[in-house]
């Protein structure tokens, strides 16, 4: 008796555990295995959602913004001719301003920067938004940039705030100004102390200011929403 309560314990756990690694969806009393567990089961452009690969797009972009899909995660990004939030609805830009500049054009005149302070966007939608608008994504290529988009930054009385900036790592593994395609060079940089640290799938570049104690760089997760800087050449 006392093995035969053994084996029945041992049936109970292995059902258990065929139970919770299976869909427990039913169809015609088959079980249906899951497809997915987790977003790297399913191809780039798909998210995992309640165990199948799913395109997770439909719906949530509106007012003449798209949805576009990096590496299994959705954003709002305004359509080709038009700008603004993505999220509250996107406007259209007059013939005056367009002209997109592309990644990796440096056309001739000075560098300017210019806030964009009364929105949020994640990364990339960041990067749409400055494109269709006319400029880029903010890139700081040496200690006067730096400077510059600082002074910029406080002119708008925006304190202990985040700020995009064109940096990342995703493409290699090595930090470059998405805008210029220019590398983030070693011998100039402007980290907060102990960053980047990749504390949590960060692999995009912010400016950040701690406690009021000046604005400098930081690694963040490229999914967040902060102030997006645009550099225009004037």
């Known amino acids: 008796a006392l093995a035969m309560n053994f084996a029945l314990l041992g049936s109970l756990w292995f059902c258990l555990i065929i ?107 960041a990067l749409l938004y400055c494109t269709t608008h006319g400029g880029r994504l903010a890139s700081i290529e040496s200690k006067d940039e730096n400077k510059l988009i600082k002074d910029v930054i406080n002119k708008t009385g925006i304190r202990n705030a985040e700020f995009w900036t064109s940096g990342t790592n995703l493409p290699m593994g090595q930090w470059v100004w998405m805008s210029s395609r220019e590398p983030v060079l070693p011998d100039y940089s402007d980290w907060w102390p102990g960053e980047p640290n990749n504390a949590g799938d960060e692999h995009c570049l912010e400016l950040w200011e701690r406690d009021s104690r000046g604005y400098k760089w930081n690694d963040k997760r490229c999914t967040e929403q902060l102030y997006p800087i645009c550099e225009y050449f004037e």
């Open 19 to 125: 139970h919770v690694t299976r869909a427990s969806v039913k169809n015609n009393s088959s079980v249906v295995v899951a497809q997915c567990i987790t977003n790297d089961d399913c191809g780039e452009l798909l998210s995992c959602i309640d165990l199948t690969c799913q395109d997770p797009c439909p719906g949530p972009c509106t007012g003449n913004a798209t949805c576009e899909i990096y590496n299994h995660v959705p954003y709002c990004a305004c359509k080709p001719g038009f700008s603004g939030n993505p999220f509250a609805g996107c406007q259209r830009v007059p013939e005056t301003q367009r002209g997109y500049l592309l990644p990796g054009s440096r056309p001739a005149g000075t560098k300017v920067y210019r806030v964009e302070r009364f929105f949020k966007v994640n990364y990339f939608s």
